[in-house]
C-alpha cells in the first residue's frame, strides 16, 4: 500500500465520465485523493449512487479515508436548444435573445423565463463561461436586441450569466431539494450550495440537514457579485466556503478575482471555517503531462494564502 505524507491543504478530485472506472478511482486516492466530488448538475442518481459506493469501496480497501462532496447544480442559466445544435457569433454583428426552451429561427433562447424584466439597455450577458461577451442595445415586448462585443462558438444549454441583474429564482431549486434528499440517503459528508447570494439562501438547507448525527458540512460557494456584499452573513450562516473561480470569473471583472480569492481566504480563517479554493487548477493538464508554470504559481499561493483544499 502507498503511504501518503500528510498533507494540511486537501485535494478535492472531481469525479466524471473520463476517471469513474475503478482503476482511475484506486489511482486518485493512491496519488492523494481526499475529497471525491459529485456534480449533480449532470448524471443521474444511479451513476452517482454507484460512484459513492465504488470510492468507499476503494477507499476502505486502501485503508484510506475519502470524503464525499455533492455539488448541486443550482439555478444555473442556460442557453435552450439551438436550431443545428450549435452557433458562431461574429464580434460587431447583431444577435436576439429571448425566454424560451428552443429556437427554429436565428434567435438564441434562454431558459430564465424573467430574461426581458430582469436585463435592460447596456447590460452585458456573458455566454458560455466567458467565451462569448454580448450587450444589450435594445428591448422589444418579446426579444433583447444584443451587440456581439467578443464572439465565439456557442452551443445547446451552454451557461448565460447577467452579471447586472438580481435573479428571482431561489438558490436552493426544488431539483437541488431532491438531490439533497439522494444525497443524505447516501450520506454525503459535504453538500455544496451553488450561486449563494445572500444569508437567507442557506437557511432551506441548513433546515434539511436538521441536526442529524451524520450530518454533512454545508459549503456556500462564493460566484456571485451580491454574495461578496453579504459574505460576512453568510459566513456566520454555513460550515465553509468555495472560492468558485469560474462563475466568479465571469460574474466580476476577472483581474478581481485573485484580490477576492484572497480575501475569502483571509475572511474564512478568521472564523475558522473551511475554504476550498476552486476552478482551472491544473487545467492545461487535461492535455499536458506538466502543469505550467503559471498554474503552479496559483496553486502555490493558494496554499500559502492558506486555503484549506484545492
Known sequence: MMMIRKRRTK???TIGPACSS???????????????????SHGDYETHGKAIDLIRRIA????????????LGGPKIRLGVLPHGERSLEAGKTVRLFAGEK??????????PYL?????????IILADGLVELAVSEK?????????LVGGKIDSHKGVNLPASTLRVPAF???????LAFGLEKGVDFVALSFVRHEKDVAPVTEMLGDRIDRPLCIAKIEKPQALERFDAILKAVDGVMVARGDLGV??????VPVIQKRIISMARDAAKPVITATQMLRSMISNPRPTRAETTDVANAILDGTDAI
Open 22 to 40: 475503478e482503476e482511475k478511482i484506486v489511482e486518485m486516492i493512491r496519488a492523494g485523493m481526499d475529497v471525491a466530488r459529485l456534480n449533480f
Open 173 to 179: 431549486t426544488e431539483k437541488d431539494k431532491k438531490d
Open 140 to 148: 422589444t415586448r418579446d426579444e433583447l436586441v444584443c451587440k456581439v
Open 116 to 124: 426581458l424584466e430582469d436585463v435592460g439597455c447596456g447590460d452585458r
Open 251 to 256: 460574474e466580476t471583472p476577472l483581474h478581481e
Open 60 to 71: 476502505a480497501a486502501e485503508g484510506r479515508e475519502v470524503g464525499i462532496l455533492q455539488d
Open 103 to 112: 429556437s427554429d429561427d436565428d434567435r438564441l433562447p434562454v431558459n430564465y
Open 11 to 13: 485535494i478535492v478530485c
